[in-house]
């Protein structure tokens, strides 16, 4: 088991955003447009760069773990509606730099592209050409820097505002603390599909990370008891999110919203309420988790 540990620990993140300007307000805080709004799953929050800016080669820097860098998430604009998203400046192209910081904390660049993003709204996730590995011998993550090299044109406004931008980063299997309120989740838990948690539509199921980076949670379902339907999760403070899981015996995954930055990068708490089902009770016969990092308590 030491072995496993070993394998498994990664360096501490310390989750922000650094970004080479921002938008001063003096009226909501003069840090309400910097980057750390970029960051905070919230789609009426951005990050703004200054209105005299040109736009491209403005960036932001995030913080991420050791780990692989396979993707990144981007909203393009500023999100909070229609109007707000078409009146400002949209990202259409972003250089990605990932650097691996050493055991001296000096910065090693490990992997550089350029991306397109589409000009829609919500969530892009968008896959990396090649993954970059990050800390691979070191006991700290890394950085990864997002430049603008090209926006789409907003129809009142000259700069830039984005709503989110995260990194997605390579997955392992898990191992959380997970109860349900008023019963025993075991039999969802323990590896067997031949063993099944029956519970009542609005049960709830408290995961407690104890270390894990968790960004997907996996239900499979037992047709005799009911499958769970709708799946509302909530991550700490962060806006809750709702997932229809289909009527099929397969193992089904949902991914949970970024936060800090990554993908994973969560030490709160996820509440997962089980709504309603495709029959009269809800039955689990597995309940699984993968996380992005792991740091031992």
Same mark, same amino acid.
């Given at each position: 088991?030491?072995?496993?540990l070993?394998?498994l620990?990664?360096?501490p ?10 938008q ?28 005299e ?6 960036w ?28 400002y400046p949209?990202?259409k ?19 550089s592209e ?7 709204r $919500?969530?892009? +996730?968008?896959?990396l050409? %090649?993954?970059?590995? &990050?800390?691979?011998?070191? =006991?700290? @993550?890394? !950085?990864? *820097? ?13 700069n830039?505002?984005v ?11 898990a ?26 539509? $609005?049960?709830? +199921?408290?995961v407690?990370? %104890?270390?894990?980076? &968790?960004?997907?949670?996996? =239900?499979? @379902?037992? !047709?005799? *008891? ?16 709702t ?21 994973g ?14 029959g009269?009770?809800?039955?689990l016969?597995?309940?699984?988790? %993968? ?7």
């Amino acid at each position: 088991m030491v072995v496993l540990l070993a394998l498994l620990v990664v360096g501490p993140a310390h989750a922000g955003a650094k970004t080479s300007a921002f938008q001063a307000e003096n009226k909501k805080g003069t840090n309400y447009w910097n980057g750390g709004s970029a960051i905070d799953g919230k789609p009426e929050t951005a990050w703004s760069v200054p209105g005299e800016s040109a736009n491209k080669g403005e960036w932001i820097e995030l913080d991420i773990p050791k780990g692989n860098v396979e993707k990144i998430g981007v909203v393009a604009g500023w999100d909070k509606d229609e109007d707000s998203f078409k009146d400002y400046p949209r990202v259409k192209k972003l250089r990605v730099e990932v650097y691996s910081i050493d055991n001296s904390q000096e910065s090693q660049l490990v992997g550089s592209e350029s991306i397109e993003v589409a000009d829609k709204r $919500g969530l892009q +996730i968008i896959p990396l050409a %090649k993954k970059a590995v &990050v800390g691979t011998d070191s =006991f700290f @993550g890394g !950085k990864v *820097k997002l430049i603008i090299e090209d926006v789409y044109d907003g129809d009142d406004y000259p700069n830039l505002r984005v709503s989110e931008l995260a990194v997605y980063m390579g997955e392992m299997d898990a191992m959380p603390a997970a109860t349900v309120e008023g019963g025993d989740l075991a039999p969802a838990l323990d590896n067997s599909p031949k063993t099944v948690w029956v519970g009542a539509p $609005g049960a709830l +199921i408290t995961v407690d990370p %104890k270390g894990w980076g &968790v960004s997907s949670i996996g =239900f499979q @379902g037992d !047709k005799a *008891k009911g499958r769970a339907k709708t799946v509302k999760v909530q991550v700490g403070e962060r806006p809750e999110e709702t997932f229809t899981l289909a009527d099929k015996p397969d193992l089904q995954w949902i991914s949970l919203m970024p936060n800090g930055g990554y993908v994973g990068s969560t030490i709160d708490n996820v509440k997962l309420t089980l709504v309603d089902s495709y029959g009269a009770d809800i039955g689990l016969q597995e309940l699984k988790f %993968k996380a992005t990092a792991f740091e031992p308590l």
